[in-house]
């Protein structure tokens, strides 16, 4: 057997298993697992590192225009670029529908913007305006092209869905084999906060902290989750960032739901306490959820630890400092600054160095969380995701010594900060393949504009979730009315 590509003398590691063994690759196809492979017409010496899954980013926002209009700073050249120096051979950022707007122009404009990615691509639709319309004919349409996961809002006015638009939503996604993702806040709380706030004077960005309460994140998770079961649909928290949350994720998944939960660096990484930095440095530490403490950070370890969630993803949301951040005025009080934070080179070596080599995750939980749950949970398994033959060859070789200290200067998005600037990281991605060719290899991009392909995905699989509907939904017991 001849192969394009073998990569010799590496601990080959997967969501499961950790072992020594060469990779070959034909055709951009994993061929063969095995020791002592001959050479290909290019061989890597892997001695001494890690060969794993390329990573898949499932929560990012490239290219983006807000609610307000604010556009995010990385396009999918840019933002690609960035997720591939981090270890990643897929992203799958979101396609935001704007009131008003078709889901097909929607998909129509991000193709268009998407062409420039140097990776594999897909898209969760964002969903805001559910109208008929939308709900029987174009959604069906994309999930029939392989878009199949959206995301819905639980807060923001110009974003947020009511409780009855909700259930009509995963309602369309159980019927057609879609996943509902939801950003869960409770949108009355908050803004009952941010009004009195201000009203007081408490405007500097540390009062962002305050006007997000951690109750406002249990109360919707509770909600939504109590939204999907009693319809029987899956659905996926995003951004979990408080215990009580992620133990509501927990508790339902052992019920048998199909409840799924993920957390962020900056949850982990960062506290409440980043944004009591001198006005307005504080600006470039406002996310939502916000960012929490040092208790919670020690919670949200021991639940990626158990399993109670499952993806761990950036929800990398590009605003320069110097001039999106602060688009208000040079001091604007926090609730003027636009949401978000970049991450998406940082995902996977923050959780390698602060994780794995400190004993807190396991190399298999490492894989699982970065790349093989997310090319389950979002129907990319087995082309994506995991090393084994038959898939793709989209591989990381990680030197697992190398240290690095993190500057804004060393990283490929087009942001002015880094939030983890000056943090000290130990295990990178020095060498990353994409579909068998060599897109970065020792710091040098090797991609080109373009060389990313779009990824038709496949239905939720309902596999192993078992949970019944309430009787209310069950003609058995509800008098033979049909509603689903």
Known sequence: MTFDLVIKGGTVATASDTFAADVGVQNGIVTAIAKDLPDGAETIDASGKLVLPGAIESHCHIEQESSSGAMTSDDYLSGSVSALFGGNTTIIPFAAQQRGQSVHDVL????????KSVLDYSFHLIITDPTDTVLKEELPHAFAEGITS??????????????EMMLDILVTAREHGALTMTHAENNAMIKWMVKNLVAKGYKQAKYHAVSHPATAEVEAIHRGIRLANFVGAPLLIVHVSTDEGARLVSSARTDGHPIFGETCPQYLFLTKEDLDRPDPEGAKFICSPPLRDAKTQADLWRHLHAGNLQLWSSDHAPYRYGDSKLAAGPNPAFNQVANGMPGIEMRAPLLFSEGVLKGRLSLNRFVALTATNAAKIFGLHPRKGTIAVGSDADIAIWDPQETRTVTQAGMHDAMDY??????????????????????????????????GAFLKRDAFDWTGYSAALPPELTPETNFGAKLL
């Open 418 to 451: 880094t939030p983890f600037e000056g943090m000290t990281i130990t295990g990178w991605p020095v060498t990353v393949i994409t579909r068998g060719r060599v897109a970065m290899s020792n710091g040098t991009l090797h991609a080109a504009r373009g060389d």
């Open 108 to 115: 129509a404009l991000y193709r268009e913007r998407a062409a």
């Open 150 to 163: 959206f995301k819905v809002f639980m807060t923001y006015d110009k974003m947020v869905v009511s409780d």
